[in-house]
């Protein structure tokens, strides 16, 4: 069985308040994207797991995928399975890549193993994974609160615009990212906010993340300022950084050449959205 796991984007990223548990309460919107790479799940005599694509640092128990097969061990007999990951979602992009591996997973060894789990018994063993796993078991528009656990489905469509994601060649830790953020809750709603043309979304949608990662790393902020400068509606960096992403009316294939010409040391990704 091969099954496609999809990115995600941030729009807008609103951090509220700190809890006294260390976290923060956020509201975000998680929007999926066609940035995919290819997860592949076989019977087997022995089970294995092999990698290629995007390289990826420390030892593979570390890796979502196997955390996910480990969770549905816990709860259910699961036979020895070869997996393979093509990776192809940079990683500490704010992009959700190993999320979304983890979700498909489940999913997939849901239908493959005839384990007939709901969605909703899904959803809850991928929050055990990370707060934004269970996102990616319905892979809809949602606006998300908590931790970024708390799912409200919302009506909101892109398609027909086309999207640069650009991910320079810096990593960013959550805790990086967290210091110096001054929480408050915002004026207007996101909700409010994404029911609005998107045209008006540049002055109205921030993430509260930027001014301190754009101090940190001001090559981040040029990427976002040379979105709009190449005419981008709305852009911003999603998540905690570091990639940034631009929606645009269209995109040619000049203009994604011009580009990666423009920033040949970060991975440049020209998207349609449906």
């Known amino acids: 069985m091969i099954s496609f796991a999809n990115a995600k984007i941030n ?3 609103n951090i509220i308040s700190r ?3 260390g976290y923060h309460t956020i509201e975000t919107i998680f929007y999926p994207i066609p940035l995919k790479e290819v997860i592949e799940i076989v019977p087997a005599r022995e089970p294995s797991f092999t990698q290629t694509g995007i390289p990826v640092d420390g030892p593979a128990e570390n890796n979502l995928i196997l955390k996910a097969i480990a969770a549905l061990q816990q709860r259910y007999t699961i036979p020895p399975l070869e997996i393979h990951l093509l ?3 940079p990683l500490g ?3 959700g890549g190993g999320s979304a591996d983890a979700a498909v997973t489940l999913k997939m060894v849901n239908e493959l193993c005839e384990l007939n789990i709901p969605e909703q018994e899904l959803e809850k063993i991928a929050a055990t994974l990370g707060a934004d796993c269970p996102f990616f078991i319905r892979n809809k528009p949602v606006f998300a609160t908590g931790t970024g656990n708390i799912f409200t489905p919302i009506d909101l469509s892109l398609a027909g615009y086309d999207l640069y994601v650009i991910k320079p060649d810096i990593f960013i830790s959550t805790a990086e990212a967290y210091s110096a953020i001054i929480p408050g809750k915002p004026e207007i709603s996101l909700t409010e ?3 609005r043309p ?3 979304w540049k002055e109205l949608m921030v993430n509260d993340f930027e001014p301190n990662v754009f101090k940190r790393y001001p090559e981040i902020g040029l990427i976002k300022e040379e979105l709009y400068r190449s005419g981008a509606i709305y852009a911003a960096m999603s998540g905690s950084g570091s990639s940034v992403y631009g929606i645009f009316k269209k995109i040619t294939e000049e203009d994604a050449a011009k580009m990666r010409h423009k920033f040949p040391d970060s991975l440049v990704y020209s998207l349609k959205l449906r």
């Open 11 to 13: 729009l807008g990223l």
């Open 19 to 21: 809890r006294a548990d």
């Open 87 to 89: 990776k192809a979602i």
């Open 93 to 95: 992009a704010g992009l």
């Open 193 to 195: 906010i994404v029911k």
């Open 198 to 200: 998107v045209t008006e």
